[in-house]
Structures are given as C-alpha cells and as structure tokens.
C-alpha cells in the first residue's frame, strides 16, 4: 500500500489507516470498535464517504452493533441520501430501541423526504427517552405545522410555552401557524412577543417582515428587514423581501441592489434572477436583462413567463430571430395569447416576412382584439403573482414565493459538502483489462476475475480488470510504446502458438491504453483467428469497438451494425464465462447506447447477483431506471452505490429526489 505514503499530513495518515484496516482481520473487538472509532473521526473531519467505507467494514465484522448501523446513517444524511440513512437508523434502532439520537436522525431523514407524521412519531419516541430536550419539542411541533395539523400543532406549543416561557422560538412558530390560517393580526401578536423576548435573533425581524409584506406595508416591512439583514447578513432571502419592499416604494436602484447581493450569496436563486431580470428590462439595461433570463430557463426550460420576457428583450435588442424563437415557444404552448401573436408578428414585419406576419395578424383580428395589443410594451407591473401561477398575462410582475414561510428551521447540525459537487449523469465506462491498476482511496473494491488470474499465471506481464483506463503521462506512453514494438519482435521470433497469443493479447492492452483501439481490434482479431473460444480477447474487443462506436456515433456514422458485433462478442463470452460478473454489467451498458432500458436492468441485475459488491452496476442500473421513469428504484440503486464508494451518486441522489 505504499503508493497512498506521498499523500501529505494527516491525510496520509488516513489514508495508510484505512488501507491497513482493510486487510487485517476484524474479529476483535478491539478491531470493530477501532473501525467505528476512526469512522466517528472522519465524520468529525467532514470526509463522509470514507467514513462509510469504515462503518461497512464494521458492520460485515459485527453487524448486531447498533453504532456502526447509526454513524453509518449519520454519514449518509451529510451526503443528502435520506433513504438511505432512513434505513440505517432503522437497522440502528432494531438492536437497540432506546438511544434517542437514533430516532431524531430517522425523524430528520423523514423530514426531508416529506413523511410528517412519521416523523412526528420518531421525536415522539424519542421524547419518552429525553423528555426536556427542548429541540424535540421543536422539531415535532414543526413537522405537525408541515403536515397541516395546526390544531395539535398549537396544543404543543401551548406546553411549550408552559415549560420554556423564556424562550423565542415556540412564538415565532406560533406566528407560523397563524400566518397560515391567514390570521395575521395574531400572527403580529405572537411574533412581537418573540422579538420582546429575543430582540437579536435575525429571523423573527425576518419574520415580522413577511408579515407586513402579506399587509403591503412596504415601508415598515423595509424597516425590519433592514434589522434582520443587520443581524444576518448572509442571508439571501432577506434581501429578495426587502428588494419586493423597495420596488413598490419606487427605490429602483436600491431593489437592483438587493437582487444584486442576494444573488451574490445565492447564485441559483430562481426569484432572484427572475426579478432582477424584469427590473434590467425596465431600467433599459436589456443585454444583463437576457442574461438573467437565460440563467432562469436553464433551471426551468419550460418557464414560458421567463421565455416570453427573453424574446421581448431580444426583440428590443435586435435579435428578431431569437425573440421569433422564444415567441413561438410561447405560441406553441399557449396558442390564443394575443401579446405573443401581436409581438411576432411586429418580428416578422421587421424581417420582410410579410406573409408570417400577415398570418398571426388575421389570427388576432379574427379574435376581435382591441387596440391595446398594438400598443407599446407594458411597463412592469406594481402587482405580484405566486410563483406557481402561469398566467401568461402577468409575464410583467415580479415573483414571489407562493408561501412566503417563516424562518422556523429543524433543529439540527447536519451539512454535507459532496453532493453539492457538480456531477453529470452520465453512465459509467465499461469493465475492461489493462497494464496497469487503478486504485482508489475511496473504493476499497479490487476488480477480480479467474480468467484474468489464470492468464497471469502463464504470462510474462499481469493484466487487471479496471472500470476506467489510467491516464498516461508522457514517460508512460513511451514506454508503451517500446512495450509494443518489443511484443512485435517477440511474436516474429516465437514459434509457440499459445504464447504468440498470449502476447497478442497483452499486444492489444497496450494498444489500448494508448486509446489506439483500432489496432487493438485487429490484435485481438488475430488472436479470436487462432482461439475462437478466447473469453478475454472477445471481452476486451467489445469493450475496444465501444467506444470505437461511441466516437463514430459523436461524428454523425450510424454504429448499429457496429453495436450488433459488440453484442455477439459479449454474448460469445457470456456462454463461455457465465460466472462472469463483469461480462453483464459490459452488455448491459451496450444495451443502455440502444436505449433498451428493460435488457440494460436484467444485465445490470444479473452482474449483481454474481457479485454483490459491484458498485458500477448499481449505479448504471440506477440511472437505466431513473430514464425509464423507476425514479424511487432508480434513487435506491444510486444511494447502495454511494454506499459502496461512489461518491458522485450521492450529487445525482440530491437531484433526483428534488426533480421526484
């Protein structure tokens, strides 16, 4: 294990402990409970996914341990896989029903995946264990406020404010629940009595503000959030209010401004880009305008409001044929929106098209519309409109959240960082055989194939089994190089057929590595010429033609004939190596190129039933289900995944379950 002692500080450190506990035997106690001490460590330290790889090797060693099953779930819920650490909570709470942290995770994790009642039932539950922990009181009466019992809701915080009269926060959701009866004289009550008691807690002043927005009552509403921005100046959503606040008040510059530092502290902020967007278009400031409606329609594609204000800027701008574009998106959803028709039109006259204007004028006058549609563009509107309402003819208010909730947050530290990283879904490589080994210091899996030992026990050079080839340095493909001119010396001068064909196998790696698949094709053609049955020359010559199609696809040449060989080659190997896990998962991803979603999952299946810890094949078959509309199963396959080691699934878990 000596390539991870480069690694610098503790890291190393970390790294050497992990591997060395991978191989030393875990029968010991001292050796379990060692593993779920430096899990617990790597948690502290934020690097989740290693902790998982040390609480799964704790649980093969002893599985009725309550611990490993629970910091394992902690470590899942870092990483936004709520399912998954639903299940480990579970696990955790079957070996021992009386650890209150255990019932508050599961009840966070059910939080997040909108199960209230469920959740209601873990704090309660675990308030028989802990009855004066005040932030279960919390957390209860929040998730009977979500599931829209305010009537039990109001009974807790009745209790509340028996046995905490001196604390803020059960006011504040008392002003929740008004707020939410629409009862907001109150709601004004109960939050003022929040602010009497905790004058420096940014989100009650936030919160008395939401109340005076939903009265219209700009200026004070400005006030408060001034003091909340005071107090919580990182906090985006204030400044979106306060910007609300401002525009009605006429302060235009002072709203950009707000939109400005919002989207600064929240660059994805839908309303922020939104409104910002209609403030540039009324201030004359078009191009930036485009810019902010292009932000908002690559998180919404189908936002027809914020497609239709795009085509209106680019037709201002000049760009006819963009704002043509964007119109008749518009059109096309929305076939009788007179504006939309009177706009393109004016496009098409502008461009010569006489008779395409023409066409949406008589469509116009046939519906007896009156003069207003020839008139110039609206000027933004001083009404706002939910965010859900898709009334075309409000394409010129701001947007507003369609609750406009209070700051009364779960109480709990859990944060993750990795799914936050970026990741494409995209399917993962094939299997395939190379010079060299990948390692990696998250998996602890090593790919393994008797085939592949059989061979390296009468090779000169071992192969391996990798899902990605290596990257080679400039030295390395030198070397590469030399290796292959060297094998085409030696197969001139031997006379040995199994050894020449030994060699053209190794041949053909190289040629591989080397992303020369080509003539590795044609090596392993001459060697399938003299040993027809060769199950590593059929697997690798598949695994070449792929992406030999996959780059011939990208130029615009149809592969299906190409695709067909590739399957014939897999299903050769198959029969001659049905043992062979890595053989499914292959064609299963053949499959996927075909759309075949049915046949990619059975494959995908299959590789997992012959080896279990294939973390590849769940994630493929997660997102094969996910494509097929299996999103739940699909979420399932990538959170087993993640749990395996791949990291990234935990980035595609976070997206599919907020698209579910």
């Not at 199960?115 to 998730?143: F, I, K, M």
Request: proline share 3%; glycine share 6%.
């Amino acid at each position: 294990m000596c390539y991870a002692l480069g690694e610098k500080g503790g890291r190393a450190f970390s790294l050497l402990l992990f591997y060395l506990f991978t191989f030393l035997p875990l029968s010991a106690q001292f050796n379990t409970d060692r593993l779920i001490t430096i899990g617990r460590s790597a948690l502290y330290y934020e690097d989740y996914v290693l902790s998982i790889q040390y609480f799964n090797q704790a649980i093969s060693a002893k599985p009725y341990l309550y611990e490993p099953w629970f910091f394992r779930g902690v470590a899942k819920y870092y990483l936004d896989d709520f399912a998954g650490a639903e299940n480990d909570c579970t696990k955790a709470i079957e070996r021992n029903p009386y650890v209150t942290n255990c019932y508050e995770l599961r009840g966070l994790c059910r939080i997040r995946l909108n199960r209230y009642e469920e959740a209601a039932a873990d704090y309660t539950s675990a308030l028989r264990y802990d009855p004066e922990n005040q932030g279960l009181w919390h957390n209860r009466v929040l998730c009977f406020i979500r599931a829209k019992d305010y009537e039990r809701a109001l009974g807790q915080l009745d209790t509340m404010n028996v046995r905490w009269p001196h604390s803020a926060a059960p006011y504040s959701m008392r002003a929740e629940v008004y707020m939410l009866q629409k009862d907001t004289t109150k709601a004004l009550e109960a939050i003022e009595k929040s602010i009497e008691i905790d004058a420096y807690d940014g989100t009650l002043w936030g919160a008395r503000a939401i109340i005076s927005l939903s009265r219209s009552e700009w200026k004070p509403a400005e006030e408060y959030l001034d003091k909340a921005i005071h107090l919580m100046p990182k906090h985006g959503g204030n400044y979106i209010n306060r910007a609300l606040a401002r525009y009605n008040q006429n302060n235009l510059r002072g709203a950009m401004a707000d939109y400005d530092t919002a989207l600064d502290l929240e660059p994805n902020n839908f309303l922020g880009h939104y409104n910002r967007g209609l403030l540039r278009a009324q201030v004359g400031d078009d191009n930036r305008g485009i810019e902010d409606f292009d932000f908002v329609l690559r998180l919404e594609p189908d936002n027809m409001l914020a497609r239709f204000n795009r085509g209106l800027l680019r037709d201002k701008t000049g760009d006819l044929r963009g704002a043509i574009s964007d119109y008749s998106k518009v059109i096309s959803e929305y076939p009788n929106f007179w504006t939309g028709l009177h706009y393109r039109a004016g496009c098409y006259r502008r461009l010569g098209m006489n008779k395409q204007a023409e066409q949406d004028e008589f469509r116009i006058l046939k519906a007896q519309m009156d003069k207003r549609y020839g008139g110039k563009q609206p000027r933004l509107s001083k009404k706002q409109r939910k965010r859900s309402d898709e009334d075309l003819e409000k394409y010129n208010q701001l947007v507003v959240a369609d609750e406009q909730e209070m700051e009364n947050d779960y109480q709990n530290a859990y944060r993750g960082r990795v799914q936050n990283h970026k990741v494409e879904a995209k399917y993962l490589p094939m299997y395939e055989l190379s010079l060299q080994p990948v390692r990696s210091e998250v998996k602890t899996y090593v790919p393994y194939d008797d085939l592949v030992e059989a061979f390296n026990h009468t090779s000169g050079r071992k192969l391996y089994v990798v899902a990605n080839t290596p990257a080679l340095n400039e030295a390395r493909s030198a070397a590469y190089f030399a290796y292959i001119d060297s094998v085409g010396t030696a197969i001139a001068d031997i006379q040995n057929l199994p050894q020449v064909q030994n060699l053209l196998l190794l041949k053909a790696v190289a040629y591989t590595a080397l992303q020369n698949n080509e003539d590795a094709i044609d090596a392993l053609t001459t060697h399938l010429l003299t040993d027809s049955l060769s199950v590593l020359a059929l697997w690798q010559r598949a695994a070449c033609q792929t992406k030999v199609n996959e780059f011939q696809a990208s130029q615009g040449t149809h592969i299906d004939m190409k695709t067909a060989n590739v399957l014939m080659d897999l299903a050769a190997a198959i029969r001659h190596a049905p043992s062979c896990a890595y053989l499914y998962y292959n064609r299963g991803n053949v499959y996927i190129q075909r759309k075949d979603y049915a046949r990619a999952v059975s494959d995908y299946t299959q590789a997992i039933a012959l080896d279990g810890r294939l973390a590849e094949a769940y994630y493929n078959r997660g997102l094969a289900r996910i494509d097929n509309g299996q999103t739940a199963e699909g979420v399932s396959d990538l959170s087993k995944a993640g749990e395996l080691g791949l990291y990234s699934a935990y980035s595609l878990i976070k997206k599919y379950s907020k698209e579910k």
